[in-house]
């Protein structure tokens, strides 16, 4: 198979990441931060190496990086640790459902309000009207950098600028861009980013983090053990012990962190190859006649979505799937997205390269297409 879905999760992963899964499920299954034996204490040094890893590559504290799930289970962190009763948030058109939900189910709680500002190509204009939506009882503004739908990268650091002036706190989805674009939470106008390590960290599933520029005060999404003050009845705040309740997925962490290394050290060349398989799909790809391809593609990651004016996406991805090439058909849990891009009919056709993809693969996933166009119209 040709694996085109890496805006889903990244395939295949570095060996040194399957190195450091296995060898921490077969040399040492102990519970991190729970027991004094020697056993746990190293478990406890393997979490700790990979929360070093993740603050250097990002900018900032260890003890303010906070692993998660997943990004979603981030997100839902971040938003329900900041917003209380009478609180407004302004997130983008493009946000993927890990965002809207959480934001919708605080809004019919009766706790928030919230104002979805609407993408253009034009980064000035996708700034001012953020700005137009805020008002005095804005608390965060909460964005997606680049689109899980078209790769379209948003002007971060402007909208991080405006927030930093008006006193409001600027929350960053980096799921698409983890991996291949460079953060300095010390030095970018970002108070928070929620990342996966199992996409462009190239990390396990089943990993992520809630990182923090500073150890402002966040509100736990739960309570439990966190083997520290175990004696009180009440959920401790201190960072990070106090976010992170219950066992945590050792193994998937010591992958992440090895995937971060990777990287940090291959960066450059990976953002220059997936940028020229994108470039060189989308050359092959401009010359059917059959589908529409959606967004700002010159500004964008190695994501390319594109529509058919009568099939269904699904349709078009089951077609790739016969051909051997996996890509993703329907809606992407982005439904802003595709009320704002006019595609709920039909969805999308995702194809996403990863660091692994070939020049052979991408012309291969255009001639599948040219198939597609020839037998259906």
């Known amino acids: 198979m040709i694996y085109l879905d890496n805006a889903a999760s990244s395939h295949p992963k570095p060996a040194s990441v399957l190195r450091a899964v296995a060898r921490q499920i077969e040399g040492n299954g102990a519970n991190p931060g729970r027991s004094g034996h020697n056993l746990a204490m190293k478990a406890s040094q393997t979490v700790f190496s990979a929360r070093k890893t993740l603050a250097k590559s990002f900018g900032t504290d260890p003890e303010i990086v906070i692993f998660t799930a997943n990004t979603t289970d981030a997100?839902?962190?971040?938003?329900?640790?900041?917003?209380?009763?009478?609180?407004?948030?302004?997130?983008?058109?493009?946000?993927?459902?890990?965002?809207?939900?959480?934001?919708?189910?605080?809004?019919?709680?009766?706790?928030?309000?919230?104002?979805?500002?609407?993408?253009?190509?034009?980064?000035?204009?996708?700034?001012s009207n953020f700005s137009k939506c805020i008002r005095s009882e804005t608390k965060l503004v909460f964005c997606t950098h680049a689109s899980n739908v078209t790769g379209q990268i948003?002007?971060?650091?402007?909208?991080?600028?405006?927030?930093?002036?008006?006193?409001?706190?600027?929350?960053?989805?980096?799921?698409?861009?983890?991996?291949?674009?460079?953060?300095?939470?010390?030095?970018?106008?970002?108070?928070?980013?929620?990342?996966?390590?199992?996409?462009?960290?190239?990390?396990?599933?089943?990993?992520?983090?809630?990182?923090?520029?500073?150890?402002?005060?966040?509100?736990?999404?739960?309570?439990?053990?966190?083997?520290?003050?175990?004696?009180?009845?009440?959920?401790?705040?201190?960072?990070?012990e106090g976010y992170e309740s219950g066992t945590l997925n050792t193994p998937g962490i010591a992958g992440m962190e090895q995937g971060v290394l990777y990287t940090d050290r291959h960066k450059d060349e990976i953002r220059a190859r997936e940028a020229t398989l994108k470039a060189i799909f989308l050359e092959?790809?401009?010359?059917?006649?059959?589908?529409?391809?959606?967004?700002?593609?010159?500004?964008?990651?190695?994501?390319?979505?594109?529509?058919?004016?009568?099939?269904?996406?699904?349709?078009?991805?089951?077609?790739?799937?016969?051909?051997?090439?996996?890509?993703?058909?329907g809606y992407h849990c982005s439904a802003l997205a595709h009320r704002a891009l006019n595609t709920v009919e039909s969805g999308a056709v995702r194809i996403s390269f990863g660091y692994r993809n070939t020049v052979k693969e991408a012309v291969e996933c255009v001639k599948c297409l040219k198939k597609y166009q020839k037998y259906f119209g």
């Open 284 to 329: 092959e790809l401009k010359k059917l006649s059959a589908f529409r391809i959606l967004g700002d593609t010159k500004n964008s990651v190695a994501t390319v979505s594109l529509v058919h004016p009568r099939d269904h996406s699904e349709k078009i991805a089951e077609w790739l799937n016969r051909c051997g090439i996996c890509t993703r058909g």
């Open 154 to 240: 948003l002007p971060i650091h402007d909208i991080g600028d405006l927030c930093r002036k008006m006193g409001i706190l600027f929350g960053v989805d980096g799921a698409q861009t983890a991996g291949t674009e460079s953060y300095d939470l010390q030095k970018d106008p970002i108070d928070l980013i929620c990342v996966p390590g199992h996409k462009g960290l190239l990390g396990p599933q089943g990993t992520g983090a809630l990182i923090l520029s500073s150890a402002f005060r966040i509100t736990p999404l739960f309570e439990g053990g966190t083997g520290s003050d175990s004696l009180s009845e009440h959920q401790p705040l201190t960072y990070p």
């Open 75 to 127: 997100i839902n962190r971040a938003l329900k640790g900041i917003l209380k009763q009478g609180d407004h948030v302004v997130i983008s058109d493009l946000e993927h459902n890990s965002v809207l939900r959480p934001l919708v189910a605080l809004k019919e709680r009766g706790i928030i309000t919230f104002d979805v500002a609407k993408t253009e190509r034009d980064d000035g204009k996708t700034l």
